[in-house]
């Protein structure tokens, strides 16, 4: 039974040693494949390699994040970024890894503030056009009403353009004819001296 184990242990711990120097193989063939610049091919080999080594997961989002990067997705390249947390084991990736997750963060973060000042400035725009449209309404409103009608003397009942006599209150006739007045006292009095 001691042998049995003794071999058993043996046999995992070789399985596990080759285990690692695949994946200690594959992110040094990896980050060879991203140094060049072919990130496209570096993802293939790590989509392998992280179904036995789970530390390459980072590595295949950062492949990830760099295609959406060159495809000018910035959203889901600086969200696929974000989580990334490599340490791997060749200095010179770790930082060319480092700096091109900076500058997806970077480019995404100054294309979100550039649709947010294009997005201010086009909610400015239209505050003043409103301004512009209640100005000119007003300058309208103040123009149409002082040409409005209203009657200086009492007209005699043939001049009577409103037909006052034809409404029983100066509500009705006010109802009817608000435009044509310059406030409800102006139409009682024209309906008073008319009717």
């Not at 086009?122 to 409103?141: G, L, M």
């Not at 409103?162 to 006739?173: I, L, M, P, T, V």
């Not at 009817?176 to 007045?181: A, C």
Request: charged share 30%; glycine share 6%.
């Amino acid at each position: 039974m001691k042998r049995f184990l003794y071999w058993t242990s043996m046999v995992i711990l070789w399985v596990g040693c080759l285990w690692g120097a695949y994946g200690i193989r594959e992110t040094y063939r990896g980050t060879d494949l991203i140094l060049a610049g072919r990130t496209a091919e570096a993802r293939e080999v790590f989509l392998r390699a992280s179904r036995y080594c789970h530390y390459l997961e980072d590595l295949v989002d950062y492949c990830d994040a760099c295609g959406y990067y060159d495809d000018g997705d910035l959203s889901s390249a600086a969200t696929k970024a974000y989580s990334i947390r490599y340490t791997g084991f060749d200095p010179e990736a770790k930082q060319s890894i480092q700096t091109r997750i900076q500058e997806i963060r970077k480019a995404e973060q100054d294309a979100r503030e550039a649709q947010e000042a294009k997005e201010r400035a086009h909610a400015w725009a239209k505050q003043q056009f409103e301004k512009a449209k209640n100005v000119d309404w007003n300058r309208q409103k103040s123009q149409s009403s002082s040409s409005t009608f209203r009657p200086t003397s009492r007209p005699s009942a043939s001049s009577d353009p409103y037909n006052a006599r034809d409404y029983s209150g100066a509500d009705e006739f006010y109802d009817d004819h608000y435009d044509d007045f310059f406030d409800y006292e102006d139409a009682e009095d024209y309906w008073y001296g008319n009717h």
